[in-house]
């Protein structure tokens, strides 16, 4: 059975920093990629970051692009978000999620990801 865990969150003074991991169990880590999407309470999810199985390619929202830096360790099973410079609009639950898929392509759909963890809250006080 598939499992992602999400922690890191917390609260934070806007410019700190956080660093979030997402644990993954059932076998599929290595083989997907993945992602960390977001949402903000009375918004749709959106996305924040991918990384290709291999870890060789990333891709960013623009809204975190150059803040935010997506990595994994296909040893530990562990994928992460480390967030810089945060800002009050960067509040949200944050999730991970897998795309186990054939394809190589890394997608910014929520609808392309098969396993999602529950979320971690991340607060930022401006």
């Known amino acids: 059975q598939v499992q992602l865990v999400e922690s890191g969150g917390g609260l934070v003074q806007a410019g700190g920093s956080l660093r979030l991991s997402c644990d993954s169990s059932g076998g599929i880590f290595s083989i997907s990629r993945m992602g960390w999407f977001r949402q903000a309470p009375r918004l749709e999810r959106e996305f924040v970051a991918g990384?290709?199985?291999?870890?060789?390619?990333?891709i960013y929202s623009d809204s975190v692009q150059g803040r935010f830096t997506i990595s994994r360790d296909n040893v530990k099973n562990t994928v992460y978000l480390q967030m810089n410079s945060l800002k009050s609009e960067d509040t949200a639950v944050y999730f991970c999620?897998?795309?186990?898929?054939?394809?190589?392509?890394?997608?910014?759909?929520?609808?392309?990801?098969?396993?999602w963890g529950q979320g971690t809250q991340v607060t930022v006080s401006s």
């Open positions: 999620a897998a795309d186990p898929g054939a394809s190589t392509v890394i997608s910014r759909r929520g609808s392309s990801y098969n396993y």
């Open positions: 990384i290709s199985a291999r870890g060789r390619t990333t």
